[in-house]
């Protein structure tokens, strides 16, 4: 399992301005390009909140209020982070487990994120129970979709998976491009868009799986 540690306590705001971006200094190498990108984060409910992400090499930062014209965004909601902080304390499901292939750990290194940039689109992505008694989703937003305002409704394309599907996927046992063509993946919208941002992630998962 990657060195990923949730500590005790974490609420949504520290999440996302403290413990991410300290995960991100300690698991991206000094030698990562350099380039900047600007995340703008918005995480509806009671607990949620927006901020702006900056991101160049190594170094992360959050601070509160959403940028506009981001290099993307990306929106869930409280219920979701909480879920995910229950699991991250528990037994880590959600929490990838594979080994990282060319030096990447963490989705946020620049390397990854030059390549996503480059989609243009929303998409959602979503995770059921095993029992379909909850669903979880995050949506993101690149190139043309980013120059507008976060708008997590009717995304270009939404991929749909149950979590033991998940799980397979953060244990590199199944590439985020052969997850869209697996039976218990549900997609419907933009296929070219899930495809491209699956095929844009998928140099940094094991090979010979």
Do not use: C
């Not at 209020?65 to 879920?83: F, I, N, Q, S, Y």
């Amino acid at each position: 399992m990657l060195p990923i540690e949730i500590p005790p306590g974490t609420t949504v705001e520290s999440l996302v301005t403290e413990v991410v971006p300290d995960l991100h200094a300690r698991m991206v190498p000094a030698d990562a390009p350099g380039d900047a990108y600007t995340v703008a984060v918005r995480i509806d409910g009671a607990d949620g909140g927006d901020w702006t992400v900056r991101i160049r090499g190594r170094e992360m930062t959050a601070q509160a209020g959403e940028a506009e014209k981001p290099t993307l965004w990306m929106h869930t909601t409280d219920v979701a982070v909480a879920r995910f902080l229950e699991d991250a304390a528990g037994p880590k499901r959600l929490i990838p487990k594979f080994a990282p292939v060319g030096g990447v750990a963490v989705m946020s290194d620049p390397r990854v994120l030059k390549r996503v940039a480059m989609a243009s689109g929303r998409i959602e992505l979503a995770v059921r129970d095993d029992d379909a008694a909850e669903r979880f989703a995050m949506v993101f937003g690149f190139g043309d979709a980013a120059r507008k305002p976060i708008d997590p409704e009717d995304a270009d394309v939404v991929v749909e998976a149950r979590l033991t599907t998940l799980e397979r996927v953060l244990r590199g046992e199944l590439g985020p491009e052969e997850a869209l063509a697996d039976g218990d993946v549900k997609l419907r919208g933009n296929r070219f868009l899930a495809m491209q941002l699956a095929l844009a992630v998928a140099p940094f998962y094991p090979a010979g799986r």
